[in-house]
Structure formats: C-alpha cells, structure tokens
C-alpha cells in the first residue's frame, strides 16, 4: 500500500482537470482508478482550483492510509502537516495524530453582550477594552492569565483537574466561571479510551512522575486563559443577523442579539496540547522505525495506530488531556473577557452562545456504524435533529458553526443543513490561507497593512498588524461560504463585523 500511495503521491500534477464535478460546489477527487471511494470536495470552480498540488497529494495519501474509509476536502483546505489543513477524515479502525493536529482541539467561541453597536463606537472606548483584556488575557507564547496583571491565580492542584475533568461544575466554579456555560459546548469534557475520567488520571501521573515533567507541566498549564500567537486572536464584533424567518428564529436560540457587540476567540491548547502532540509523533514514529512499518506517501506525520492497541490507547487519553485543557482555556478568556467588559462599561450582561473545536477526532456514526471522525481545521456540522443533539440546547436548530474569515472581510455564524451528510456532517474552519506565511512576509508592504486598518476604522493592539496575518494572506472568504452555501451543506445565521483586534506576533501554535 506504501508504494502506491508514495507513486501516486509522487505524479501529482497541478489540480485542474483532477475532480470530476458533482454539483455547483462540489466535485469528487478519483483515487487508485477508482479501486477505493474517491475523495469528496466542497468548493466551487474557483475554490477547486485554488487547491495547491502539495494539499492534493496529502489528500491522497490521507485517502489510501490504512483503514480510512472516507476523505472530505473542505474549501479552505491546504497543506499541512500530513494531513491537509481542512480535511476531514473517517476511519472505524485507526487513530491518527496528524489528521487532528499538532494544536489539540483548536476551537472557536463566541461572547454575546447586551450592549448595542455605538456603545463601542467611540475609539476611546475600544481603545480601554483592549487594555482590560490584555491585562487578563495575554498573548505569545509561554504566557497565561495567572501571569497577568489582573489574570486568574489558581492552585497548581488544579491543573490537574482542568485537564482531566474539563469544564465540570467543580473547575468552573473555582475559576468564577459560570457553570451553566458548559451547556453551550461542543463537548465539555473528554474521558479516556475506556471512557473513564480514571485513565486520563493514570496518564497524567505518567506525564508528572518525575520532578522535572511535574515542572514542565506546571508550566504550560500556567498558559491557561491566554490566545498565544499566531493566526490566533481575540475580536470585539457587532452582530447583524440574517434578516430571514429562518434565521431569526435561529438566532434566538443560539443566544444572538442584532447589532450589539460580541467576542469572538480563535485560540486551543497552547503549549500543553503541542507538548503532548509532539510527543506522540515521535513516540509513534519511533515504533514505525523499529518496527519496519511503511508510512502513507512516506510522510512520517501521518503515523497511525490501530484502535485498541496500547499506542492507539495512549494517543487517545493524551488526545483527551490537550482537549480537556483547550475547553477550559475558551472557557476562561470569555469570562476574562466578559469582566473587562464590565469594567470599562459597567453593568454590561454577557452570555457564551457556543464553544466548537476544528482539531479533535471523536466517535460519530458514519455509514451507519462507529467511526472515528478527524477533523483538522475543519468544524463539525450537525443539523437540527440529528441524533447527537437529542437533549441539547439546539436539538431542533442544529448547533452554531463559528467561522472566522478575517477581521476586514468579516466571520460568519452558520448552521448546518441535512446535506451536510455529504461532508460527514463538516464544514470548513474558516477561509483558509491562500498564502504561506513567509510569501505573505516576503509579498505584503507593512505600512498597507496598517492603513488598511484604519481606513476600515478596525483597532488593534499591535504596533505592526503581522504580515503573515495580513487579510490578503487568507483566501475569499465569500468565495469558502459561497462554496459551503451551495454544496448544501449550511446556510447563514449572522455576519460579524470587527471593531477591533486582539493579536500576537508569535508564531502559530498550529
């Protein structure tokens, strides 16, 4: 299998005339002659040919790695490590590290304030809000809440709860966290592989039993409640909501306010998650040397385990661990972010309208059995009354979709149509970047940059907006949602519109 992937891989050519169109927005990818599903992709013609061959040739080796069973190429897909960024991939008998990402459960979650647009009009008041939240939220790597000026303090003890219970009732509350917020999450906490908090405990004690892990561990918890660097970021937005029956009524329920402010945060498991990550490539790498196993197209990102193994084990409590962190991260800047609020505007209400993650794997039903589904950069999807939301806040709605665009072209709340089934139940993760970090460095003028930002009346706390973050560097972000809208897949709640821009120079924890 190694040495087909690896030839196939190898005679890539440049994308065009390699899908087969399905729809307006969506194509199918042949893979092996046929001898195996071919890869389903969403994005109009424009979008498809976007594509770059290296995020075509991570695709096929995605699709022809052992026991994968389905590949979806989302609109903002590129290259990444292994996998591409924006895939989604399902497999009912191996986990793979690659496909989820080196930042464990990178998320989105979005703040709504009872406070209307102007009140946020005047750049001194912006201007002070940005303050409030740097002195709670930090950004860059290696720094976290307790650090800060006004930041949380907690007791180390914690830590250790934070990443084997999530955002239970117990965490939050000693964070002065409301706890009612954990309703309106994805997953609030994630268990071991056996499905019991007690594994992720016996992991953690492997991961703590000597003074200097302790140490090490000690230190990226203390991350906790900070966006780090990189495409991550914290945005004061205002909220104009589709005026459709649909999406009212949609609204309504998600917790969305027409033309008040809110947050929107991009941020994961900081160096918790990449620590942990890491140290399953080369763990699992280092069976593959010893073992003589071939690696999919000869990529030693997308090393592998098969479910049930002691590798597959370990990968899924460590998997559980980072996660647990990430939630508890989103968690606490809103509430950091929330208080900022109230001091700058006194007496202004907040609620969390949803937390989602696009870097986790987790167990759905695809193709009527247990899979487990690897979204990297790619965001789950379900529609109202599906299965899973039975019980939940948005059973009859289906959940919210949190898509960043970039802060002068806007983000998007969406939700999932039926046909979303296509995408096994996935949507893109935001526009996906069009250009390299180091093109974007090399390409863009600073001082433009800048101008643009204050020709759109968009603060910052940055003295120099990065380069390789630059609006330009990411793809048309009407273009991803044109794709999504057409392929079926979900249709629009609200638009979001910045105010200003909370960033950090450092490079990308993802």
């Known amino acids: 299998m190694s040495n087909e992937v690896k030839s196939i891989s190898e005679s890539a050519s440049t994308?065009?005339?390699?899908?087969?169109?399905?729809?307006e927005a969506t194509a199918i990818m042949p893979v092996l002659d046929g001898k195996v599903t071919p890869i389903r992709v969403i994005g109009t013609p424009t979008i498809r040919g976007d594509f770059d061959d290296l995020c075509i040739k991570q695709a096929i080796n995605t699709r022809l790695a052992p026991g994968v069973t389905d590949v979806v190429l989302n609109p903002d897909a590129h290259a990444g490590y292994g996998a591409p960024i924006g895939c989604v991939m399902?497999?009912?008998?191996?986990?793979?590290?690659?496909?989820?990402?080196?930042?464990?459960?990178?998320?989105?979650?979005?703040?709504?304030?009872?406070?209307?647009?102007?009140?946020?009009?005047?750049?001194?008041?912006?201007?002070?809000?940005?303050?409030?939240?740097?002195?709670?939220?930090?950004?860059?790597?290696?720094?976290?809440?307790?650090?800060?000026?006004?930041?949380?303090?907690?007791?180390?003890?914690?830590g250790q709860r934070i990443v084997t219970e999530g955002a239970s009732a117990g965490v939050l509350s000693e964070l002065g966290i409301p706890t009612h917020w954990a309703q309106r999450c994805e997953d609030s906490h994630h268990v071991g592989h056996d499905g019991t908090i007690d594994a992720l405990r016996s992991r953690?004690?492997?991961?703590t039993d000597s003074e200097h892990k302790a140490n090490l561990f000690q230190s990226k918890i203390g991350q906790l409640g900070s966006y780090g660097g990189g495409n991550h970021f914290g945005e004061c937005e205002i909220v104009q909501v589709e005026q459709t029956e649909r999406a009212i009524s949609a609204a309504e329920v998600f917790g969305l306010r027409h033309e008040n402010v809110a947050f929107l945060s991009h941020c994961g498991s900081r160096g918790w998650g990449a620590l942990l990550a890491d140290g399953q490539f080369k763990v699992m790498q280092k069976k593959f040397a010893d073992w003589g196993i071939p690696l999919p197209g000869n990529d030693r990102h997308m090393v592998h385990a098969p479910l049930g193994s002691p590798e597959a084990n370990a990968y899924l409590d460590d998997m559980a661990l980072g996660a647990n962190f990430a939630t508890v991260n989103h968690m606490l800047i809103n509430a950091l972010v929330l208080e900022a609020f109230q001091e700058v505007i006194p007496g202004v209400k907040g609620s969390l309208v949803y937390f989602i993650s696009h870097n986790i794997a987790r167990q759905e039903i695809v193709n009527n059995k247990p899979a487990w589904v690897h979204r990297k950069g790619a965001t789950r999807a379900f529609p109202a009354h599906?299965?899973?939301?039975?019980?939940?806040?948005?059973?009859?709605?289906?959940?919210?979709?949190?898509?960043?665009?970039?802060?002068?072209?806007?983000?998007?709340?969406?939700?999932?149509?039926?046909?979303?089934?296509?995408?096994?139940?996935?949507?893109?993760?935001?526009?996906?970047?069009?250009?390299?970090?180091?093109?974007?460095?090399?390409?863009?003028?600073?001082?433009?940059?800048?101008?643009?930002?204050?020709?759109?009346?968009?603060?910052?706390?940055?003295?120099?907006?990065?380069?390789?973050?630059?609006?330009?560097?990411?793809?048309?972000?009407?273009?991803?949602?044109t794709s999504v809208k057409k392929a079926g897949l979900a249709s629009e709640v609200a638009r979001l519109r910045a105010r200003f821009v909370i960033k950090d120079g450092d490079k990308a924890d993802d």
Not at 15 to 23: D, K, L, Q, Y
Not at 99 to 106: L, Q, R
Not at 437 to 463: E, G, V, Y
């Open 15 to 23: 994308p065009s005339g390699r899908f087969v169109p399905t729809g």
């Open 90 to 158: 399902v497999s009912p008998t191996h986990i793979y590290p690659g496909p989820v990402g080196v930042d464990i459960k990178c998320s989105m979650s979005l703040l709504q304030f009872e406070l209307e647009e102007q009140a946020v009009a005047d750049k001194r008041t912006r201007r002070a809000l940005i303050e409030a939240i740097l002195e709670r939220t930090p950004t860059g790597a290696g720094r976290g809440a307790r650090w800060a000026k006004k930041g949380r303090r907690f007791a180390p003890e914690l």
């Open 204 to 207: 953690l004690e492997l991961h």
């Open 386 to 481: 599906h299965h899973a939301l039975k019980g939940t806040l948005f059973e009859r709605t289906g959940h919210p979709i949190l898509l960043p665009g970039n802060p002068q072209d806007g983000s998007a709340v969406m939700v999932a149509e039926a046909g979303a089934e296509l995408s096994c139940y996935s949507v893109n993760h935001g526009a996906g970047r069009r250009m390299s970090r180091t093109a974007a460095t090399r390409t863009f003028d600073q001082q433009q940059i800048d101008k643009s930002f204050d020709r759109a009346d968009i603060l910052t706390n940055c003295r120099n907006y990065p380069m390789d973050e630059a609006p330009r560097a990411y793809k048309d972000f009407e273009e991803v949602l």
